[in-house]
Structure formats: structure tokens, C-alpha cells
């Protein structure tokens, strides 16, 4: 899509898939157990792989990844273990909790905010399953995003826009926002 009709387009055409996803179950179950695949499995990776992207948040790195991914695996069986172990080794990050969090869990994670009596503040954290997922995501206006570094802790910042102004890129990540 990308290639063919350019970011925005893409980036639409990814965002159209929500609505196909139930997050009933998780993608991947535990060792040992068979079960069909959920028939949403690739619509949700394919929202996954695009909120991977955002938070590496460096298109060349992206595509190298992507790339050197296929000429790492190709010809092979792997586990999901492999994969994580491979984006963790080549972008120096523990992404172990997202991949967690999106592969084996039903539900997508909830950024909660909470601002301030006088609107000056605005509180944020994770709403996660997992204890040790910690994400980055841009937050405040389109076109002037702010990266926070968000985890399952209460963490607070300047309100650098009114409640109604300030936003998530729910575009770029899959994620539910609830606002207080």
C-alpha cells in the first residue's frame, strides 16, 4: 500500500482493519496447547507491526529490520521467541512486554490520562496485562506530537494543550485512550 499510494494512504488503509479485530483471545496461546488460529490474527498483526514501527520510530531502521528479518529466518520454522529475540538483539531494546502484550493477550493496551483540577498537568500510564510493558507513544496535537516514555506507573507533565486538544496517534499505534 505504501509503495503504491504513500504513507497517508497506508497508514488509512492499516487503521481501516480495526474494526475487523475482535480481541476476543490472545494471537498466540501457550506451548503445547492446539487451537485454530482467530480468523483476525493477520488484521491485528498487521496493526501490531505497524505500532512496532512507531515505536522503533526510524523509518530506515524499519526497513533494514524488515528486511534483514527475512534474510535471517528465511527457509525456517522459528518461534515466536525467535522473532522477539531478533527486533530485541538488532534495535537494543527489550521489546519482550510489547510483543507480550499484543501476541498473548486478548486486549489491547489502554493509555490512561488524567489532568489536573486546574488543567496545567496531565498524568498518563499504561493499562496493560503485563507488569514490564513499557511503550513510547506520541501524544498532544497532529503535526506536533510529543514522544512520552508511558508505563503501567502514574507519571505526570506539563499539560502543553487543553483536555480537548490533547490526543494519542491512535493512527500509528493500537491502542484504546481513556481520558479522565
Known amino acids: ?96 512486554p510489547v510483543f507480550d502484550r499484543y501476541l498473548r493477550h486478548p486486549s489491547i493496551p489502554v493509555l490512561e490520562l488524567k489532568f489536573s483540577q486546574d488543567r496545567k498537568t496531565v498524568s498518563f500510564r499504561w493499562k496493560a496485562d503485563e507488569k514490564a510493558f513499557a511503550m513510547p507513544v506520541r501524544v498532544g496535537k497532529k503535526d506536533a506530537w510529543r514522544i512520552i516514555q508511558s508505563t503501567p506507573e502514574w507519571k505526570t507533565m506539563r499539560a502543553p494543550l487543553s483536555q480537548d486538544e490533547f490526543v494519542a496517534a491512535t493512527d500509528l499505534y493500537y491502542v484504546n485512550v481513556s481520558k479522565q
Do not use: C
Open 1 to 96: 500500500m505504501e509503495y503504491m499510494f504513500g504513507y497517508g494512504d497506508a497508514v488509512k488503509y492499516t487503521n481501516g482493519l480495526k474494526p475487523k479485530v475482535e480481541n476476543s483471545e490472545p494471537i498466540i496461546t501457550e506451548h503445547g496447547i492446539h487451537r485454530e488460529p482467530m480468523r483476525n490474527q493477520y488484521f491485528k498483526g498487521a496493526l501490531f507491526l505497524n505500532t512496532l514501527r512507531n515505536v522503533i520510530n526510524d523509518d530506515k531502521r524499519w526497513f533494514k529490520l524488515i528486511h534483514d528479518v527475512y534474510q535471517r529466518f528465511k527457509y525456517r520454522n522459528i518461534m515466536t521467541e525467535d522473532m522477539v529475540g531478533f527486533f530485541n538483539e538488532q534495535t537494543g531494546m527489550d521489546l519482550t
